[in-house]
T-cell receptor, first 109, second 114 residues
Framework: QKEVEQNSGPLSVPEGAIASLNCTYSDRGSQSFFWYRQYSGKSPELIMSIYSNGDKEDGRFTAQLNKASQYVSLLIRDSQPSDSATYLCAVKRDNDMRFGAGTRLTVKP | KAGVTQTPRYLIKTRGQQVTLSCSPISGHRSVSWYQQTPGQGLQFLFEYFSETQRNKGNFPGRFSGRQFSNSRSEMNVSTLELGDSALYLC?????????????FGPGTRLTVL
């Protein structure tokens, strides 16, 4: 079992729709959770961090964490073509950060 | 505030050579982590440095090494290059705030081994 698993995608949604990205992790001691966006040929860019159970909203982005289910998700509302990228889930325990393989999202105009 | 910088941005080397990559963290950030990214393996953790000490290490052979200087700048070295070392090497810096350790990535160094 991979330490951090994401749906490999690709995920395709129409412009204006909600994109839902999911991530599960195996280490119950994980403490911090992050979502990064990576455009093709670029480096990852931090878009959200979440540390406690529940929802955290930032603009069009909402991160959801459920530690009991070892599950973290990212919702993108009103998806735009500029949101087309690979989204990486990262999970941290102490000084150890682990990344998922990423989900490629395409938002079609 | 300037972001993380990495030099060089692109490198072409041949098998058996060695290479040194450099990373300058965001001002005030004292923790630097290195990652290797390939299409097949994704983002893999190499090592992390804090206050000139390696604090954590990933599962890479000893050919991969690094160091951090007193100004928090970091270098990584790969000796005896292999074709499989071709990858994007990413550096990320963070404030060492323990649990709330958001990492910010540099643009990366694209290494091609021929």
């Amino acid at each position: 079992q991979k330490e951090v698993e994401q749906n490999s995608g690709p995920l395709s949604v129409p412009e204006g729709a909600i994109a839902s990205l999911n991530c599960t992790y195996s280490d119950r001691g994980s403490q911090s959770f992050f979502w990064y966006r990576q455009y093709s040929g670029k480096s990852p860019e931090l878009i959200m961090s979440i540390y406690s159970n529940g929802d955290k909203e930032d603009g069009r982005f909402t991160a959801q964490l459920n530690k009991a289910s070892q599950y973290v998700s990212l919702l993108i509302r009103d998806s735009q073509p500029s949101d087309s990228a690979t989204y990486l889930c990262a999970v941290k325990r102490d000084n150890d950060m682990r990344f998922g393989a990423g989900t490629r999202l395409t938002v079609k105009p | 505030k300037a972001g993380v910088t990495q030099t060089p941005r692109y490198l072409i080397k041949t098998r058996g050579q060695q290479v040194t990559l450099s990373c300058s963290p965001i001002s005030g950030h004292r923790s630097v982590s290195w990652y290797q990214q390939t299409p097949g393996q994704g983002l893999q953790f190499l090592f992390e440095y804090f206050s000139e000490t390696q604090r954590n290490k990933g599962n890479f052979p000893g050919r991969f090494s690094g160091r951090q200087f007193s100004n928090s700048r970091s270098e990584m070295n790969v000796s005896t290059l292999e074709l499989g070392d071709s990858a994007l090497y990413l550096c990320a810096s963070s404030l060492p705030r323990g649990l709330y350790n958001e990492q910010f990535f540099g643009p990366g160094t694209r290494l091609t081994v021929l």
